[in-house]
C-alpha cells in the first residue's frame, strides 16, 4: 500500500478554527478536514501548505510552527499527515474545492464528521487550546 505525505494548516484565530468540509465529488465525501494536499515532487512541506491554502481558499499564509506528524492507514492508502500552524497574511477567504467551511469554535468541531487521518490533529489542536 502506497503512502501519501500530505499537509495541513491548523489556522487558528479568536479561538476558532478555520476548517473545511470536503465536496461531495471528493473521496472521503462531506467529511470535514484542516485544509492541506498532498506534497508535489521538488516541494518541501512548508512550500505545499502554502500553495494549498491558496489554491483551496484564496488565503495567504506563514507557517509558524510544523507539528508532529500523523500516520493513518485507511483501506486503499496509508497518510503521513504534516500539520503546520498557520498566520494568514493577505488574501480573501473563499471556497474553491470545498462543500461548507468557516470559523469552528472547538465546541462545533466537537460536533463535526471528521475525516480519519484528521481525527487525531484535531485532537491535538483542541487539547492545545484547552484551559489549563
Not at 481558499?57 to 506528524?69: G, H, M, N, P, S
Not at 500539520?83 to 462543500?99: A, D, K, M, R, V
Amino acid at each position: 500500500m502506497k503512502t501519501l505525505n500530505v499537509t495541513c494548516a491548523i489556522i487558528r484565530r479568536n479561538g476558532s478554527y478555520l476548517v473545511a468540509q470536503r465536496a461531495a465529488s471528493m473521496s472521503r465525501p462531506l467529511q470535514w478536514e484542516f485544509v492541506g494536499g498532498k506534497i508535489h515532487e521538488g516541494e518541501t512541506p512548508e512550500q505545499c501548505i502554502v500553495r494549498e491554502v491558496k489554491e483551496e481558499l484564496c488565503l495567504d499564509v506563514r507557517v509558524t510552527q510544523r507539528l508532529a506528524d500523523h500516520v493513518y492507514s485507511y483501506d486503499d492508502k496509508t497518510v503521513c499527515l504534516i500539520p503546520f500552524e498557520c498566520e494568514i497574511t493577505g488574501g480573501s477567504l473563499q471556497l474553491l474545492e470545498h462543500n461548507d467551511g468557516g470559523w469552528k469554535t472547538p465546541e462545533q468541531m466537537r460536533t463535526l464528521d471528521w475525516c480519519s487521518a484528521d481525527r487525531a490533529i484535531v485532537d491535538r489542536a483542541l487539547g492545545a487550546a484547552a484551559p489549563a
